[in-house]
């Protein structure tokens, strides 16, 4: 039961230092970045009003196009693998089993690692001397591959390790949707006849839906956060391959000085990020039936 | 034991060990002398701290360590600070103007950073906080997801037991700080771990206010430090560096793995 | 005056259309254990709560020992409160909790010490202090939740539905600790409960809430005997009492009850002056308890019998102490108690009489005849 209580004073006393917060690095901000999309702007001359220049420019800037490819591209690769080796895992894992423990702080440990510190890792074990992933491809025969210098591979490589470092949280959360999945469910299933694969597919997979949509959107929103990686490892090369947005807009920002336009891949970019997720929202959203 | 029970095993120990391995290597490498670095294996008679020793002579990585650790303290302390007080706010009390704050705490989160990276920046800039603790720490002060938690576990304590206390005379900030903050340990300890681990792996937001090497956070150094070409190209003192910024966070891991696993879990709430 | 009075306190929510709590005024003298009753939404827990000070007063005073503390902070009021489950604060072992008020208002620590010691002694909690909440039984809690309210040493205590969670044996013991513990104290206990037996059992006075109105204040037996409208009627009583539609009629310079073919003698419960009032009321609600009902033949002679009336036996309960059975007859469904030692069958049709001496009429819209 709920009553009105005499607190409002506390009320407004509490959150007004998070609501003068916001209003100043957050509300402004917002307000700012639509100032700045309008303008031309090199942080040291007065700001111009170009009107929707930085609009057309964007739509006919191939590098930008390139990026957004490039974006998609990494999305298109990494968040089926993702959800085809975090499922599988989560499903072994579900299973009483000796180590399960161990198994998931194992695969998670890399979720809590620096971004930044994975990538310096693993550009050593990409490299094509004496990197561990070529070497261990090499007792199985295959030549070197040229992870990160070959522009049809470079973007693919980027989506693995990316893979590599989420995949424990997105473990983490299966198993935690296929747990919640209430045991009478599969016995009923059972006494139908069900086999193992059955179940997967008639009961786990349907009901794992929220959780799908949980991991499809999480991964969109990293993926369209890509800067650090090819900011370490490639540079954005080779020949543009891995340019992500956000690195190219913090090229343009800061190696040329274009802020307004900078600002204005920031706006398309939020914009194409919430367009995605609220598409993904609508074909995978559905009710929570336990 | 069957051959598909068997066969689970056998892939999550291969995944585990590909998990696993890559770390323990960085570290044996980090240890060994330059000329072993095409050296796969993780053990060697030659180790030796020569590669630390280099990290530390070439850069003042013992001053980023410290940057980073304060700026990921102080934010830490204020998210949870702040966010406990408006999460207070909005579950238990009712007050004016509650509704448009809920909805901006929504808005908030789910507008994605990008639309506000530059701005933000000029505004540091404008405050004349480039390069100082003051632009790396005042923008994370609030978090929008540390607040929705709270809110969340706020919501489950009884009306009661604040009706108890405030009818001993405990002022609305008492209540918070004597009852509902041991109350909600679990939730402070997981935004306490989000928040810091946030802080302490964030690398574009340092990396575009920051340039004065003195000012600069551990995973910036560290990765202007390998791009940079002040390793010399050295896969060691890379890897030594790299060493000392996973490091803090494989220790603590180590020790609250179930507090990092649930942490993070629950940081699926903003999806 | 001495005592808690409340003078015409009413309480609006805005957004709500109608007050919470309409025009309530009452008085409490020291030593009296009074239950607020009514049915859940009936806005006994926000009379509580205006009393505790946790809920703004919309109109109305509320005074204590001849002082206005409709405003006055909730600490400095001399009142506690007993809450539902007990809200005692889970993270602290029984010491803090008691102590915690008088830690809140920075009071010295020897005499805190003192006072919970004294409190823990009265309260055979000395074994338990540096016990969590969790660790404790449920009788335990509720000494601690009274310790709480006692270490104030209060002039008025509320107990907001205390034991509405608890299964039904341990009530019976708390029930009885609730009452021992009030005598000790002195002080005036406000008791909140929805249920009327606990309310019937416990108090001195009952006071019957309705859609925030006070319908009805008294002892247990006067609400019982002489309840104002169908309302308090219907709800106090452990089975809620049969309600017949009829007419009135006069006959021979006797005023009867007439349902169809039967006619039931009004003369016992209505005076010269109702009976004359009573042609103005074409339609009447006879009421009447099931335990006023006797099967023909087996009532003694302090029963005033009604006619005979056949019904047929629907259901039967047999409860031991007592035997409740459904029946349906002329006069409709009703309910009655009989005696643990008959014996009936279903469908078996059953002689019942009404006690005229107990009968209760209401007009149609449920109050009962103006004096």
């Known amino acids: 039961m709920q009553f009105e209580q005499s607190n409002s004073k506390a009320g407004l006393v509490f959150t007004s230092p998070y609501v003068i917060h916001l209003l100043v690095f957050f509300l402004y901000p917002v307000g700012f970045s639509l100032y700045l999309v309008v303008h031309r702007w090199d942080l040291i001359t007065d700001p111009q009003y170009v009107g929707l220049r930085n609009f057309k420019y964007l739509m006919s800037d191939h590098l930008f196009w390139q990026a957004l490819t490039n974006t998609l591209y990494f999305l298109a690769i990494h968040i089926p693998l993702q959800i085809i080796i975090a499922l599988a895992l989560a499903v072994a894992l579900a299973k009483p089993l000796k180590g399960r423990v161990f198994f998931r702080a194992t695969f998670f440990l890399p979720v809590v690692i620096s971004g930044a510190a994975v990538t310096i890792l693993w550009q050593r074990l990409y490299s094509t001397e004496g990197g561990l992933i070529n070497y261990v491809l090499s007792l199985a025969g295959i030549d070197a591959v040229p992870w990160l210098t070959d522009p049809g591979i470079a973007m693919p490589a980027i989506a693995i390790m990316a893979t590599w470092k989420n995949l424990g949280l997105y473990i983490v959360f299966f198993l935690a949707g296929i747990l919640a999945i209430p045991q009478p469910v599969y016995e009923a299933a059972k006494m139908e006849g069900a086999s193992s694969w059955h179940e997967f597919r008639y009961i786990t997979l349907p009901l794992l839906k929220p959780t799908m949509l949980l991991v499809v959107v999480m991964s969109t929103l990293g993926g369209f956060n890509l800067f650090i990686e090819p900011y370490v490892m490639t540079g954005g090369g080779p020949q543009g391959s891995t340019m992500s947005v956000v690195l190219y807009m913090y090229k343009q920002a800061f190696s040329f000085q274009h802020m307004g336009y900078a600002a204005t891949l920031g706006f398309a970019l939020a914009l194409i990020i919430m367009v995605c997720v609220f598409i993904q929202k609508q074909y995978l959203d559905s009710e929570r039936y336990y | ?271 | 005056m001495e005592g808690l009075e409340l003078k015409n306190l009413e309480k609006h929510y805005s957004g709500n259309e109608h007050p919470t709590i309409r025009q309530l005024s009452a008085k409490f003298k020291p030593g009296e254990f009074v239950v607020l009753v009514g049915p859940s939404g009936c806005g006994k827990s926000t009379v509580l709560r205006m009393i505790a000070g946790l809920v703004p007063v919309s109109h109305g005073a509320i005074n204590l020992d001849g002082q206005d503390i409709t405003n006055v902070e909730s600490n400095l009021r001399n009142i506690s409160m007993v809450f539902q489950n007990y809200a005692l604060f889970p993270h602290m072992n029984v010491y803090e909790n008691l102590a915690f008020g008088m830690r809140i208002r920075k009071e010295p620590a020897r005499k805190i010490e003192k006072t919970v010691t004294d409190a823990a002694k009265i309260l055979h909690l000395q074994d338990l202090l540096d016990k969590k909440p969790g660790a404790l039984s449920g009788g335990q809690r509720q000494r601690v939740a009274l310790g709480r309210a006692f270490v104030r040493k209060p002039k008025v205590i509320l107990f907001d539905e205390p034991l509405s969670n608890l299964d039904a044996q341990l009530r019976i013991e708390m029930r009885q600790e609730i009452l021992k513990f009030h005598e000790q104290c002195g002080a005036i206990s406000i008791y909140v409960t929805h249920d009327q037996h606990e309310a019937m059992t416990m108090a001195d006075r009952v006071v019957i809430l309705n859609q925030g109105v006070a319908c009805q204040t008294g002892t247990p037996e006067e609400v019982y005997n002489n309840p104002v409208d169908q309302f308090v009627a219907g709800f106090v009583g452990s089975l809620p009492m049969n309600f017949i539609h009829g007419r009135a009629i006069l006959q021979e310079g006797r005023s009867f009850f007439q349902l169809g073919s039967y006619k039931i003698d009004l003369s016992h419960i209505c005076t010269d002056y109702h009976l004359d009032c009573s042609k103005n009321f074409g339609g009447l609600i006879l009421g009447v308890r099931p335990e006023d009902i006797y099967l023909d033949e087996h009532y003694s002679h302090a029963v005033a019998p009604s006619p005979k009336m056949a019904a047929q036996v629907k259901m039967v309960e047999y409860l031991g102490d007592s035997t409740i059975v459904h029946l349906e007859g002329d006069m409709g469904s009703f309910t009655s108690r009989f005696n643990k030692d008959l014996r009936v069958r279903k469908s078996e049709i059953l002689n019942c009489v009404f006690d005229l001496k107990k009968l209760h009429l209401f007009t149609e819209e449920g109050n009962t005849l103006p004096d």
């Not at chain 2, 570290?27 to 020793?53: C, H, K, M, V």
């Not at chain 2, 969340?152 to 004597?178: N, V």
């Not at chain 2, 206010?209 to 791009?227: D, G, R, S, Y």
Request: net charge neutral; with cysteine.
């Open chain 2, 1 to 271: 034991m069957s051959m598909r029970r068997l066969l689970v095993y056998v892939i999550l120990i291969a995944g585990a060990v590909s998990f696993i391995y890559p770390f323990l290597w960085m570290g044996s490498i980090s240890l060994r002398p330059i000329s072993e670095f095409q050296d796969l294996g993780l053990f060697s008679e030659n180790f030796t701290l020569a590669n630390y020793q280099a990290v530390f002579d070439r850069i003042p990585i013992g001053r980023a360590l410290i940057n980073s650790c304060f700026i990921a303290g102080t934010v830490t302390c204020s998210v949870i600070f702040f966010s406990s007080l408006v999460g207070y706010s909005l579950a238990k009390l009712q007050f004016k103007g509650q509704g448009a704050i809920m909805a901006i705490v929504m808005i908030s989160m789910m507008i994605p950073g990008q639309l506000t990276l530059i701005p933000l920046y000029q505004l540091i800039v404008y405050f004349g906080w480039a390069d100082s603790y003051l632009g790396l720490i005042v923008p994370s002060l609030m978090s929008g997801l540390g607040i929705l938690i709270f809110r969340q576990t706020f919501m489950t304590i009884p009306y009661e037991l604040m009706e108890a206390a405030r009818m001993e005379g405990a002022s609305e900030f008492q209540i918070l700080r004597k009852i509902f903050w041991p109350l909600a340990k679990p939730a402070i300890v997981t935004i306490g771990i989000l928040t810091f681990m946030g802080s302490w792996n964030e690398v574009l937001w340092p990396m575009i206010v920051v340039h004065e090497k003195a000012m600069m956070t551990l995973p910036q150094m560290v990765v202007l430090f390998t791009k940079g070409g002040e390793s010399g190209g050295q896969f060691g003192i890379e890897m030594a560096a790299n060493m000392m910024l996973v490091l803090p966070i494989i220790i603590s891991y180590c020790f609250f793995q179930k507090y990092f696993v649930e942490a993070l879990a629950s940081s699926g709430i903003k999806g």
